[in-house]
Each structure stands twice: as C-alpha cells, then as structure tokens.
C-alpha cells in the first residue's frame, strides 16, 4: 500500500491503480466519462483533472489527469484546487456544446452519468452561441436506439463493444468534432453483448429499444436483486417495474458473477413476463370443458393429486424451492428430473466433479483468470454467453503478462493492448463446428465426437501417464503435444464443457482435468456448463434413478396413474411420441405453469404460476453456487409461486421454505446462507423497493379509486412494497438499490464497493452449495465404441442459439425478431456432394421437420449441426440423418443467423 | 570542405542524382564505414557526440531517443525505424526538398539509424500528396536493393533492411509520431498514451524509432566526414545546418540550408529578399504554424533551439511564415485556428470540441460579429488548451499563435469589435 495526500488529508491507496480509481475507492468524487471500472483509462475525455504537487513546498502545482497518473507513495494531490476545478468545469463546457437540451424527453434522463457529472463539475449555462453539430442516427436493431446528437466522444461504446466483447461492427468514424460512432451502414447489431452499450454509454445515445416501448423513468420503477433466468450463469440483475409490467433488466454488479456486464438474452429476454397469453387463472378440464377454480379449489385439487400417488416431474427453470416443494408433496421416489435423460445423464456426472476435490468450478472472475483454456464441445456464446466474454478477457493475460514486463500499468488500456497486438493466452477450441470465440482461439479442433474424444484422451495421456490409454493413438500428435504442454505449464489452467458436449465428451474433458491436477498436485478449473438457470439445483434435488423416461415409462404403463408438471414443457425434453404415449394415458395431469405450452395444452388441470420478477427464490448455477432472487413486482393475478401451489400451509413464507429446504434436501444445508441477515435491519425497518423519487404512489391508481391506496406489504421479504425503509444498510446481505448522493447513474456502485471492481459491501456474492468430499474420484474409463454412421448419412450435432434456445426468453418480442428459424449447418464439402446449396429446405431425416440449409466453413465433414427451434423435435433426431431436400419452395430463407464461418456463397 | 551537407547534391532544375551520381558525391561512404566495423554502440556514439536534435519540430535530441531502445541479446528481435515524411505544419516545406532533390541521401539516413538500434524493417511515412517525392523515393529505393545496399546481408554485414514507402491518406495528426504509428497499423490515426514511448512499444508494439526526414538526411554527413567537422558547421549552440524556408508576402519565399545559429535577419533580408515593395514586417512565425509570433525586433536572433525558446517562441521546422502590415493578423491566425480545428483527430475533449469554438468565434470576427465575451472565451482557450491539458500536442501548438496573436494584435482583435468588420479588407 501507498499513502497518498488528497486535499490535506492521508489515504492508503494501491499503488498498483491510477489516481482516479484510488480516489473513487475511497469515495471521493471526481468526475469522469471514459474510465470505466472495467475497461482501464485512455485519457480521452480530460474530466478527471487534478492538481499534483512536487512536494510540500510547491504551491504552485501541475495539471494531471487522474485517471492517466500512477497513484506513487508520498504523492501530494489536491482535487479540491481551483486551477483543477475550472479545468473541469472547461472540460464539461466542451462536451456539453453540441449536447442537445432534451433532459426531459431523452430515457436516460435520471440515471444518466453525463447529468451527474455535468452536476458536480457546476456548469449550468451554456456560453456557446454558435452552430451546434448535428449527427444522423442509424437503426441498429430490435434491442439498441441510436441517438448519436447526445454523443460526447468518450470512446466507451467501441472499447467495450469492439476492444472488451470482440464485436466487429461498431466503430469510431470520421474525426475532429464530427466524430460519429456507429455501423458502416444500418444495421442490426451482431455483438452478443450489444445491450452493454446502454450502461456503458455515460449518456443516452445508445438506449435500451425494449424498455423504450414502455418507458418508465429510473425513479419510478421498482426494483430488487434479482438473478437472470436465462442460462445456467445466474448473471445478477435489477428488473424494473412499473404499473405491474415488467420494464427492463439492467446489471447489478456481483463481483465474483456478471461483474458489469450482461448479455442481451439477459437483457431483453424477460417479456414473456408481460405476455399476454400469461396463465392467470387455475382451471380444470373436464371431457373438454374448461372451468375456472377458485385457489382454494384449486389447493384441493392438488392435494387429491397427491392422494392419488401421483408422480411429480420437477423442472430446470424452476426455483429449488418450488421443485423441494413437489419432491416433499410426492416423496423423494416419485420425484422425477424434468430434463432430457441424456441431459439428466450428464449433470449427474457434473454433481460427482462438484464433489471431486481435484477440481475447482471457476467463477467467472476466475475465468478471467485462466492463462491456458480448452474449450470441449460446448458453443458457449450460445449457450452461457456471459461466460464466453470472461473467456474473451482470459485470452488478454497474456497481454497483461508482457505488459508487466514492459513496466506498463495494467490500467492502461490502450497502452496494454497496442504492446501485445494479437498476442493472446491460448485458448483452444474442440468441437464438431466452429463457435463465436474461434478468433480469439490459438488452436481448433473441428471433429466429430469420437475424434473428439480420441484428442483429449491423448492430452490426459501426454499430461499424465496414469491417465487411461487409448485404443488407437490419435494422429494429432502436434496439437496433443501443444495443448497438454499449454494446459502443463500454465499458471492457471483452465477446462470449459459442459452437458451439451455429450456425456463421453464431457467425461474425455473431465479427465485432461483429473490429469492435470495429478501433476500439479493443485484443484484444477473445470467449468461445467449446465444448460438452464436451475438445472443443478434440480440435479441436486432429483435421485438418481429418476430420468425422464422413467417417469414417462411409469405412466406409460399405468403404474403412476396422475403427474404434477412443475413448469415444464415435457415436449421439449422428449420426443412427442414418448411423451403422447405417457400422457395419453395418465388419468389426472396437474401442470403448473406460466405461459401455455404443448404440455399445459394436455393438462387437466392448469395452475397459473408466477415468474421470476414475481416471487422469491433460490436458483443454483453451473458452479454450485446458490444465489437468492427477491420478488420485484407483485401479480394481479391468481398466479402463485409454484412452490405455493404445492405446500400444505397457504401462508408458508418463502424463507421458512428456504430454510427447511435448507435443513432437510441432502446438499442443501448451506442454501439458508443466501438470506439476509434479518438481525441488521432494526425497528421493522425494511429496504424500499421504490426510490425516494417514486412518483404517483398515491395517484397511480386514482381511476379507479380516489382514497389512497395502503402499500401493499409483503410479510415475506425483507424488501417492502414502499418507499419507506432504509435505502442500504451497511454489511447487510441484501442492496436494495445503488444511489448515493450525486450518483443517479449505474456508476453509483463505486460507492457500494469496498474498492473498486471489490466485492459490494452490502449484497451476496452467493453461497456454494456443493461440499467437496474427501476422497478424489478417479479417471473415467475410456470409450471405446464408435459409432460407424451409415453412407449418406450425417452426425448429428445440437446447435443453440442464444436467442430462441431458452425456453421462456424465446417467448419475448424483441428477442424474437433476432431468432433464426432451424438450420442445418453442413460442410461445403458435404453439401457439394449432397447437391444441396446454402438457402435450401431439406427434409431431416424420415421425422418429417424440415430445416434451412446453412454452408459453414468449419464443420466437422460427416456431421450436420442442426438449430431445432420451434419447429424441430429434437428429442426425434436419430444420431445420423440424411438430409433430402424438399420440393416445398424454400421460402424466406435464413435470417437472423450470426456465425463466425458463415460461408460466402450464401450471402 | 562541405558546409552544405543536406542540400549539396541538390539542383531542381535536373532530376536529383541517380545512385552513381550519389555515390561519386561521397554517397553511401558511411554504409561502408559501417561495414568496415563500427558496432552500433559507436554509431550511437557519434550521434550523440554530434549534438543532432530531431529536425521535425520538438528538437530532442536524436541520440539520446535512440538510447532507449532495447538493445542486446533480450531485446525484442523485431524492431522499426518509421520515417516521418508527412510534412503537414502549415508553411513547412523543408522534408519535400530533400526527399525530391536527394532521395538517396534519406535513405543512407535510414541505413544508419536502423543499423543502431539494429531494425530489419523501415517505413516511409510520406505525405500523400508528395507525388514526385513518391516516384523519386521509390527509384532510389529500387536502386539501393539493386545495388545491395538493401535487402539480406548488407555488404555482407548480416545487417538486413527492407524499405516500405508507404503514402499516407493525409492528416496533420499523422505528424504526431504515435498517431502515425496507429495509421501505418490501419488503426484510426488518434495518439497514444506516453508513455509507453515508442521505443519501447511503437510499430505493431515492437521498439520502434521515428525520425523526421530531415534528421535523417544530417546523419550520412555525421558518419563520412565526423563529428568534429559536424560541430564546425554550426554559428551557434546548437550543431549542424537546418533547412530554413520563408512563405509570406516577402521578394524572394524559399528554402535555404543554413548554419544553425546565423541571424533571422540574416535568412530575412539576404535569402528571402525581404519584404515587397510598399509592406512592412509585422511579425512572423518562426517555425511553421503552431510557433508564437516573433515581431520585427526579434529579426535578430539567431536560428538556435534556445535562442528562440527564450523569445518565447520555438524554432520547430525552422520555416517561418511571414505576417505584413497590409494582411489581417485576425484572419491570418483564423486561418490557422480552422486548420488545427479540422484536423482534431476527435481523442480528447479540449481540442475536439475546445478547437471549433475558437474556430467559430475567428469565423464571427471575420463577419463582425465578434464580442467582447468572444474575445474573453478565446482568451481562456489558450489556457484550457495548453500543454498537459491535451492528450497530445496538437491543441497546445495551435494555441502558439493564438495566443501571441491575442498578445501582440489585440487591437487589431478589438478593432474588429468595434468596427463590426475587418478594416483589412475595406
């Protein structure tokens, strides 16, 4: 640690950082636009000017910019000075000539950096008479407003989207004052990370388009910690809501998970909340006539169910609570996965490496870390985005590294970057096609599976020679040699697969990883993607034995009789023909659920269940770590939290749920860790939902009834439905919103950090569920069956998308118009000699779906990549296909397709 | 003896010497001395000996910014020299001179700086529009492979060195030798942080030098005739010979090599002719446009980095532009102004939005419609876009002839407040 002096006073700072994040972390203000926390300095913007001093005797001082000056022992620094101060109102004069005086009418309005900066600085006329410079703006797609007249050339949008997530089409252009940032043309933006630039942009010219659509401002929407439901990450999110829909996601800093950033699935994935079609009401079937119960008809029901043995199917995207509930209603054996059997199949292997003290599951700040990374079959763009951004910053240690050799401060972004060009740490990729992350890739494998697996023998085999050997030695005996040499001697490797990679894949990739810890004698980083928000936590809850096609096969054969469908669309687990075989002959389906769906579409009775936003809950991510989501919003209609439709006491509140889960699900003891520490919040003092500014408590509803409304109170939760509370209590686990005095926008989490980039010194960062046991597992046994496709036919690898993927985001407007309907992705060769062309439809197989024909340059030859979408049955597809094409006119083709290898002929 | 180094083989009235030609003048003898066993470390030696400070503008001194480059068995294997050749300082047209009338004597140059910090590739980052110093480089350049003076195993030192001329697409910004650096890369030609200086992570982040043309073209005579006959070239305190150019409204505007240290008036009156008839000196700019304004009792002075530096002013380019008393300073330093203002690579706050204010208000002057606040805010411009302000030098150059133009023509500013229009122009 240094000392430094700051206005008279002494402050320990790092002499590792600059001025500007030395002064921000001891919560000083110093106005600033082109630092970010994140993204290091490059000295454009010139706001964050200070006056420093040679020593003690020097009056007079220099200039300097914080954000460009190493923080040095001894150092004499003053921010208060006038000369630094004129300095900065000049600056913020500058930047405000041509800024357009639309406050009242622009979104970021309230929450805008630029506002609060321009506040601090203290201009507040403008002496510039002259012409104002004016920009066209440019439609960038269904997610992101263009309004480049607001732009005060800061440089954060292209660093973040271009430098930090590898984006490729948006750009700094032109010069001087007219420089513009945008796409060459019009465009949808192709980054998958584009909604980023809405809290990167320290103003409102990128705008969130979605929130757009029903724009509230900051202050009048409510908010709490919530988790992202959209993948198996558990990205931390602030939903807002206002008038009881959902408005927008934003970020919420959690340092060990998201950090700062998101992905646009996260983003803008949560309208199915709002969705019309939202089941509201339970209702009954009987021989074809629909009625509508009352709840407590509907509680008895369930209990009839559960008289009647009935089995219960638990779900991913449910919360551990609500599957705890089912499992306790129908007993721990009649408690059955909701997911796919080889899925199933494959977390049950992820549990056993959760437990293995050999590994260590990273968090994506650990990912950040890794100086070596083998990717193993799984397209983490697509299927953990925010993951593949981590992965993204891994492959810059290497920069870091020579930077540190060079003396040059890791905080200087530009500097870091122009030394090592395209240097990277080695990342390598195997996989049966091409991914999003192959340009930062030192090495690739496109194969098939059985080669796949082949390789990682070898580089288990070449790290450690206990490590099982291979029938056949593969031929790659470079790359084996490079990789295990890379993985070897690294400082902190790192393994990346997860469920979609199939279970030989996945347990191939476990095993370079057991390899590597034999040698190094150290836990190793392996990061086993799971595919949905919950889908651990279900594994966790589910016992072994209880597949999928156990459940199916028992109601198939009238063993089980009725079956609870914990939100869960069983066709998108089975094929139809399994699943219409169960169900047809089950005498009582009770399905809870938020939207309709094929299997609600059989339920004889429906129960209406509330989503995310809706209610509390505890989700478990791909690292095992539990973390809690409060209810944001409440709903209007008979929706109620699945759990609730399933516990025998109707007032049970949800953390006395969380607490019994805790004390009775195996695995579980340490769930209970995630609830706040109630003992903080003194006097029945609870943490508002509403900001000090919420507008129209008390008038919002006035049409329909002029007394004023009593708040709502929520007995549940240490969050209130109000205004009233205490905004954030220190060393509590729960932040209800970050502002601070003269920080409206999101860069008010400096303030709530113990440093920089720290942890939040209130909030959770989560809490690891799974122990590591005591004794280490040993290597899998090799695999030595191939499976010899027939002439003609292709392999079928799943492809994802991370827009239509997900279950429930792919229910949302904006998300939909960036989805592709299914494709097939086949090597040219392969199409060449199957005379198909890029474009066309082709029948898949005898299953009667059919899909759009994608080239794709990188394509393992002899397999076909197939995007199921809506309208394929994935669960249908044999392991080889042949592809015919169908006579049907092709249609409107592919659209909304984003690959790195996409090949040219199709364009 | 020669007392005319950079400038002796140069006759516009015939195409500059051919290789022949400039191997019969003394050319390419210090390729040879190099050959015959002087080690980098005595090169840089000499250079340093010499005195040179770098001809493009800042005058640091040549040898000491070649000293920072790594050297030795660690360093980096792959290093540059880059040339600046993209002479753009408004009335600078000193480095055209030389590229056109010796193209030879630049590469000989570049020969002997990349041999010192031992760069196997060079670049040539010339000035678009300087077509025939284009063509005339790039036959010099083929014939200096031809010769073997280029390429692998140079007289058979193991010294390779390839040429790439490279025209750029044009901005003054590419003057600024980090900015070039980005350009040359195909980046946007905005500067970097310094440091990391370019020695140390220049070209593509190798160690890299740039040199202007100009100091180049001083290092052949260095090497073939020493550097005690360098240190005799000099009238002054600084050592060599500068090329020195006159524009403005004088009898005889030009570019002349001269000892540094002779008189103003000396490169005034006997070169330039002084001014035409019916005008009288009203002040000049003594080294392209972003120097203070000298006025008429400065003639005096002599061509010397701190002689002028103590004037409150910078020798730079060492071409000055000439002011008389028939044109507006107003709108001599508007000119200026809309010049620096356009050519804002747009990095950083004060000089991309801090520029087009001055610029604007010179615009109101020029149609009378200048105020008094007008003149306060360009008054409080020259600090706001001073030196540390910036990210660069390009605002604070340009706030050279702002401010001594408001300094010594203030009346002339204030008459076009009162006035409601420029007088100059009737």
Excluded at chain 1, 249 to 274: A, K, P, T
Excluded at chain 1, 494 to 513: F, H, K, Q
Excluded at chain 1, 564 to 570: G, M, Q, R, T
Excluded at chain 2, 78 to 107: C, S, W
């Amino acid at each position: 640690m240094a000392k430094i002096v700051i206005d008279g006073e002494t402050y320990e700072v790092d002499p590792a950082n600059n001025l500007l994040q030395e002064c921000l972390s001891q919560g000083l203000d110093l106005p600033y636009f082109c630092w970010h926390p994140c993204m290091g300095s490059i000295g454009a913007c010139r706001q964050c000017a200070v006056k420093q001093y040679r020593n003690a005797e020097d009056e007079k001082g220099m200039l300097v910019m914080a954000c460009m000056t190493q923080a040095t022992d001894g150092m004499i620094i003053s921010i208060e000075d006038e000369q630094a101060k004129t300095m900065r109102a000049r600056v913020i004069e500058s930047l405000m000539i041509s800024h357009p005086h639309d406050c009242p009418v622009c979104e970021e309005g309230g929450e805008c950096h630029l506002q609060d900066m321009t506040l601090m600085s203290g201009h507040n006329y403008r002496r510039y008479d002259k012409k104002k410079v004016t920009h066209h703006n440019q439609y960038l797609g269904p997610f992101i407003n263009h309004e480049m007249n607001r732009c005060i050339t800061c440089y954060r949008c292209v660093r973040f989207y271009d430098d930090y997530a590898g984006g490729t089409d948006l750009a700094a252009q032109a010069s001087h004052h007219h420089t513009y940032f945008g796409r060459h043309e019009e465009g949808v933006l192709e980054s998958e990370f584009s909604g980023n630039l809405v809290e990167v942009c320290p103003t409102g010219v990128f705008t969130d388009k979605v929130f757009s659509e029903h724009y509230s401002r900051k202050w009048d929407l409510q908010t709490a910690p919530s988790i992202c439901v959209g993948c198996a990450v558990g990205c931390n999110t602030t939903p807002g809501e206002r008038y009881s829909s959902l408005r927008r996601i934003v970020n919420r800093y959690n340092s060990e998970v998201n950090g700062y950033f998101l992905c646009d699935r996260g983003r803008f994935g949560f309208e199915f909340v709002n969705s019309p079609e939202r089941l509201k009401t339970p209702q009954q079937t009987v021989n074809g006539a629909v009625t509508e119960l009352a709840t407590e008809a509907a509680r008895l029901l369930v209990h009839e169910y559960q008289k009647a043995g009935a089995i219960g199917i638990g779900s991913p995207r449910a919360s551990n609570e609500s599957n705890f509930a089912l499992r306790n209603l129908v007993g721990e054996a009649n408690f059955y996965a909701g997911v796919a059997d080889e899925e199933f199949e494959c977390l049950q292997v992820q549990m056993s490496l959760l437990q293995d003290p050999v590994f260590h599951a990273p968090s994506i700040r650990e990912i950040e870390q890794a100086d070596a990374v083998l990717i193993v079959n799984e397209d983490v763009t697509n299927t953990a985005p925010r993951i593949a951004l981590a992965l993204r910053q891994s492959v810059r240690n290497k920069a870091k590294q020579l930077a540190h050799d060079c003396k040059i401060p890791q905080w200087q972004d530009a500097a870091v970057r122009e030394l090592a060009q395209r240097e990277l740490s080695p990342l390598c990729l195997f996989g049966n096609y091409a991914t999003r992350l192959d340009d930062v890739a030192s090495d690739r494998l496109i194969a098939a599976n059985e080669e796949l697996i082949a390789v990682l023998a070898g580089v288990a085999r070449a790290i450690d020679t206990g490590a099982p050997t291979q029938a056949a030695p593969t031929s790659r005996s470079e790359l084996v040699q490079r990789v295990s040499a890379q993985l070897k001697d690294a400082r902190r490797p790192l393994i990346v697969t997860g469920s979609n990679a199939g279970v030989e894949v996945l347990r191939a990739a476990a095993n370079v990883a057991r390899a590597l810890h034999a040698v190094r004698k150290q836990a190793i980083d392996l990061c086993v993607l799971a595919p949905e928000v919950n889908s651990v936590g279900l594994a966790m809850m589910t016992p072994a034995g209880n597949g999928l096609c156990a459940a199916l096969q028992r109601l198939k054969a009238g063993v089980a009789t009725h079956a609870i469908v914990l939100e869960n669309d069983l066709y998108r687990r089975a094929s139809r023909t399994q699943v219409d075989a169960a169900l047809d002959k089950v005498s009582g389906l009770l399905v809870i659920d938020q939207l309709p769906t094929a299997t609600t579409a059989k339920a004889d009775v429906l129960l209406p269940a509330t989503s995310f936003s809706e209610h509390e809950a505890t989700y478990v991510n791909y690292e095992g770590r539990a973390q809690l989501s409060f209810q944001v919003h409440r709903s209007h209609s008979q929706a109620l939290p699945g759990w609730r439709w399933l516990v025998t006491e109707p007032d049970l509140a949800v953390n006395a749920l969380i607490q019994s889960c805790a004390e009775s699900a195996p695995g579980f003891a340490r769930l209970s860790e995630v609830l706040p520490d109630e003992s903080v919040f003194v006097a029945g003092m609870k943490v508002p939902r509403q900001s000090h500014r919420y507008s129209g408590r008390t008038a919002m509803k006035s049409n329909l009834d002029v007394n004023e409304p009593k708040q709502p109170v929520d007995t549940d939760s240490i969050l209130a439905f109000s205004m009233e509370g205490i905004p954030s209590q220190k060393n509590a686990s729960v932040l209800g919103a970050a502002w601070a005095p003269q920080w409206n926008s999101n860069q008010a989490i400096s303030k709530f950090q113990d440093e920089i980039n720290g942890e939040l010194k209130q909030g959770s960062v989560g809490t690891h569920l799974v122990q590591r046991s005591a004794s280490t597992g040993a290597y899998f046994p090799l695999v030595t069956k191939t499976s010899a496709s027939a002439a003609g036919t292709l392999r079928v690898a799943i492809a994802h998308q991370i827009f239509g993927s997900d279950e429930l985001s792919a229910r949302s407007p904006a998300i939909r118009q960036r989805m592709t309907p299914a494709y097939v992705g086949i090597a040219p060769s392969d199409a060449e000699a199957l005379g198909l062309h890029a474009g066309d439809r082709v029948y898949l197989g005898d299953t009667g779906a059919t899909a759009i024909v994608s080239l794709r340059r990188h394509m393992a030859t002899g397999t076909v990549a197939v995007y199921c979408g809506d309208e394929v049955d994935r669960h249908a597809l044999p392991t080889a296909l042949v592809l015919r094409k169908s006579d049907a006119a092709s249609g409107p083709g592919l659209s909304g397709l984003i690959v790195s290898d996409r090949y040219e002929e199709e364009l | 003896m020669v007392t005319k180094p950079l400038t002796k083989n140069i006759d516009m009235s015939r195409p500059p010497l051919d290789m022949a030609g400039y191997e019969a003048a003394d050319g390419y003898q210090s390729l040879h001395a190099i050959a015959k066993g002087l080690a980098p470390a005595d090169v840089l030696q000499r250079v340093k000996d010499s005195g040179l400070k770098g001809r493009g503008g800042a005058g640091f001194p040549t040898g000491l910014k070649w000293s920072f480059v790594p050297m030795g068995p660690e360093a980096p294997k792959q290093k540059y020299l880059v040339v600046n050749a993209d002479e753009m300082e408004p009335g600078t047209f000193k480095d055209r001179l030389l590229m056109e009338g010796d193209p030879h004597l630049l590469i000989e140059g570049m020969l002997i700086a990349a041999y010192t910090i031992q760069a196997d590739k060079a670049y040539i980052f010339l000035r678009g529009e300087y077509i025939v110093a284009e063509r005339r480089l790039r036959k010099a350049i083929d014939e200096a492979y031809a010769r073997g003076y280029l390429g692998q195993n140079i007289l058979g030192m193991g010294f390779n060195l390839d040429i790439v001329l490279h025209t750029s697409a044009g901005r003054y910004i590419c003057g600024e030798e980090t900015a070039l650096l980005n350009a040359l890369e195909g980046k946007r030609a905005n500067p970097r942080a310094k440091p990391p200086f370019p020695q140390v992570s220049g070209l593509w982040g190798k160690p890299t030098i740039v040199n202007n043309v100009e100091t180049l073209c001083n290092l052949p005579g260095i090497l073939t005739y020493g550097v005690d006959w360098y240190h005799s070239l000099t009238k002054g305190t600084d050592h060599g010979t500068k090329l020195c150019g006159v524009s403005g409204k004088v009898k005889n505007p030009g570019c002349w090599e001269l000892p540094l240290g002779t008189p103003i008036r000396e490169l005034f009156e006997d070169y330039a002719g002084g001014m035409q008839d019916g005008l009288a000196l009203r002040g000049f700019l003594p080294g392209g446009g972003s120097t203070d304004f000298l006025l008429p009792e400065h003639l005096d002075l002599t061509l010397d980095y701190d002689v002028i530096g103590k004037a409150g002013s910078r020798l730079a380019t060492g071409t000055m532009i000439i002011l008389d008393d028939q044109t507006c300073p107003v709108g001599m330093v508007g000119n200026l102004m809309k010049f620096f203002a356009h050519e804002s690579c747009g990095f950083c706050t004060p000089c991309r939005d801090g520029l087009p204010w001055v610029d604007e208000i010179f615009n109101d002057f020029e149609n009378g419609r200048g105020t008094e606040k007008d003149l306060a805010i360009l008054h409080e411009h020259v600090d706001y876009l001073g030196p540390g302000r910036t990210f660069c030098a390009l605002a604070p150059g340009a706030t050279a002839p702002l401010g001594s133009g408001l300094r010594h023509f203030r009346e002339d500013f204030e008459r076009h407040i009162k006035d409601k229009k420029c007088s100059y122009r009737g």
